[in-house]
């Protein structure tokens, strides 16, 4: 299992277009926090399938790491 999550990470950061070593640690932890926020809806909402609405939650977990992204990018920016 935790060699899923090593893959899991791994794809996450590449999907967030993080490349090289310079962010790395913030790349696993974004990623990290992604996948155990995800996990936890994704329980939630198979727990009580009539009752809890998992949607909005997404929607802000997406709009929340477009806005960390855009502030990492900046931050990268400034450094060069």
Do not use: N
């Given at each position: 299992m935790g060699e899923?999550?090593?893959?899991?990470?791994?794809m996450m950061i590449r999907c967030f277009g993080f490349s090289g070593s310079g962010q790395?640690?913030?790349a696993m932890a974004l990623a990290s926090m992604?996948?155990?926020?995800?996990?936890?809806?994704?329980?939630?909402?198979?727990?009580?399938?009539?009752?809890f609405d998992a949607g909005p939650a997404?929607?802000?977990?997406?709009?929340?790491?477009?806005?960390?992204?855009?502030?990492?990018g900046a931050a990268k920016q400034e450094q060069e």
């Open positions: 899923l999550y090593d893959w899991y990470r791994d790395a640690a913030d992604f996948i155990a926020t995800a996990d936890g809806l994704a329980i939630q909402q198979a727990l009580d399938p009539e009752g997404f929607d802000l977990l997406r709009r929340t790491v477009e806005e960390v992204l855009d502030s990492m």
